[in-house]
């Protein structure tokens, strides 16, 4: 027989510049890609979040795992082994674990999502299952997970893909047929393709998703 547990455990989450932030400015929560952590991807991005003008949740994901290569301890959003079934449940929990990081935000304000990679992903499924806690959503090499959302509805985020064209992880052409489809249900959609960035998240992509924002 297969036994069954619940083994809760608490993560890190980076709040940025502080907790009281939070109530008085817009807020981003930013999703990391695989194997890397809050911590190292707030590092990444602590040029924009020294502009002060919004509140940043930077979590790790929800599923640790041992980097031998390096001694580290990375994170990882799901698990993927191609069932698409399970991947969906997987996301689905994760989902869940997005919920309590934005436990943190007041109730009554609309949180901005960008995910790199893996996060990207799963940003993008997020927003799409929790219109009324999202108002944005930014994919940067990943690809729009169109497949698991549901029609667009009147109050649904806009979306933002970021890619390199150099990209041979996710590939540029499957991020852009991805955009289509994700319009074909309803869903306002930008892209930007950068020519000379590979699987990254430059600091040109970041300055283009900050001016979408305002705009």
């Not at 890609?33 to 991005?45: H, N, Q």
Request: glycine share 8%; charged share 25%.
């Amino acid at each position: 027989m297969n036994l069954r547990v619940s083994f809760p455990r608490e993560a890190n989450v980076e709040v940025l510049p502080d907790d009281k932030a939070l109530a008085k400015l817009s807020v981003v929560l930013a999703l990391h890609g695989m194997g890397e952590s809050g911590a190292v991807f707030a590092r990444r991005l602590a040029p924009v979040i020294a502009r002060n003008d919004r509140a940043w949740l930077i979590p790790d994901g929800p599923l640790p795992f041992e980097r031998r290569r390096d001694r580290t301890i990375g994170h990882a959003w799901y698990l993927f082994t191609g069932d698409q079934d399970a991947l969906r449940l997987s996301m689905l929990e994760s989902a869940k674990y997005l919920d309590a990081v934005l436990a943190k935000v007041p109730a009554h304000k609309k949180t901005a999502l960008i995910g790199f990679s893996q996060g990207g992903y799963l940003a993008g499924v997020y927003g799409a299952l929790r219109p009324e806690r999202v108002s944005h959503v930014c994919c940067a090499g990943g690809r729009i997970k169109h497949e698991f959302f549901p029609a667009a509805g009147t109050n649904a985020p806009r979306y933002l893909q970021l890619h390199g064209a150099k990209d041979e992880s996710v590939l540029a052409d499957h991020a852009m047929s991805a955009v289509e489809a994700t319009k074909q249900k309803g869903y306002d959609v930008a892209s930007r393709v950068f020519a000379d960035a590979g699987h990254e998240l430059t600091p040109e992509m970041m300055d283009a998703f900050m001016e979408w924002l305002k705009a």
